[in-house]
């Protein structure tokens, strides 16, 4: 344990360093040797397609003036969310190459929905099946981002289990895409930390800073699902959130998530042909694919308008209250 926490301590440092120390140069267009050694597709490593895309982006967004940050962020969708072992699978890459450092944390995949009687794109707690960028899909949606702002809101207090109250504070980074992830703002996608308050109700308490006009706050049960799923957004560990969101801080810079649309589009061809996917020059990450079978694409275009004809069929009820809660 002593181990871990002195190679995390070591890991944020570096980076401090790199956030507010001078902008690093550009990397070469080639991986360096270090880097490669990181390289596979056990867990905790990067695909080399993922890589080199990712580095691809990087790059170009450098080059255009975008991106100052000396560090960039990658993700790989078709890794399990968690191992055999039940321990959280490492599918989301931080890399600093000034610093020559390279760390791999757990992330949440997007869950989908189940239109029952119309679509059926949800996905399981291990692997992602399904993919897209349509509005309120809930999907993961591969591709280029660029960090933008960052923004901490109140979600409400809960009971630590010490019996104490506490606040749960969440910050949000806000994310910008272009080509098919260019609805990225209008989704709300971003990265967070994967905890929230559920089971709410609202307690009297007018000195609270955060109390509304009525002078109630809310209340819930702090859940953390860095196991789960997510509503579309990247979400991390708290511990990996901590250090990843004061990364980018006025300082953008990109993250690549794996597979695109075109990607997800050969693979289930080539699953359907019974032709081998390192064969073709393809990848999925092997587990998840035996798994979920086929990955699919679905479209914003084709998406949306099964979307709207379900809320039209089953529009939401109009909001009420919270609760009291029973107990103080």
């Known amino acids: ?142 591709g280029a981002y660029v960090t933008a702002e960052i923004k901490t809101s109140f979600k409400g207090y809960y009971r630590t289990a010490s019996g104490k109250d506490a606040v749960l504070m969440r910050s949000f980074v806000q994310f910008d895409g272009e080509g098919e992830t260019a609805n990225a703002r209008e989704r709300e996608l971003g990265g967070h930390a994967a905890h929230l308050l559920r089971a709410y109700c609202r307690r009297k308490s007018p000195n609270s800073p955060y109390a509304g006009d009525d002078g109630y706050v809310p209340v819930g049960k702090l859940v953390d699902y860095a196991a789960g799923r997510s509503n579309g957004c990247t979400s991390w560990s708290v511990p990996a959130a901590a250090d990843i969101v004061p990364m980018t801080k006025d300082r953008p810079t990109t993250l690549y998530i794996y597979p695109e649309s075109e990607d997800i589009d050969a693979v289930a061809q080539a699953v359907t042909a019974h032709r081998s996917l390192s064969a073709a020059g393809l990848y999925w990450n092997a587990t998840c694919l035996k798994q979920i079978d086929a990955p699919k694409f679905w479209s914003a275009a084709s998406l949306e308008p099964i979307i709207a004809r379900y809320k039209k069929a089953h529009p939401s009820p109009p909001p009420q209250p919270l609760p009291i809660c029973k107990a103080p």
């Open 1 to 142: 344990m002593t181990t871990i926490w002195l190679s995390r301590i070591l890991f944020t440092a570096l980076a401090v360093l790199a956030w507010h120390g001078p902008v690093a140069a550009a990397p070469s267009s080639s991986p360096p040797a270090w880097l490669k050694a990181h390289i596979g597709e056990d867990d905790g490593e990067i695909a080399p397609v993922v890589l080199q895309r990712a580095r691809a982006l990087y790059l170009r967004k450098v080059s255009e003036g975008k991106v100052r940050n000396p560090c960039y962020f990658a993700m790989d969708a078709t890794r399990p969310a968690y191992t055999g072992k039940g321990d959280l699978g490492r599918r989301f890459y931080i890399i600093c190459e000034a610093q020559k450092s390279f760390r791999a944390v757990s992330s949440g995949h997007g869950g989908g929905r189940n239109l029952k009687g119309l679509a059926n794109f949800a996905n399981g707690r291990q692997c992602a099946k399904n993919f897209g960028n349509a509005q309120d899909s809930l999907l993961t949606a591969g």
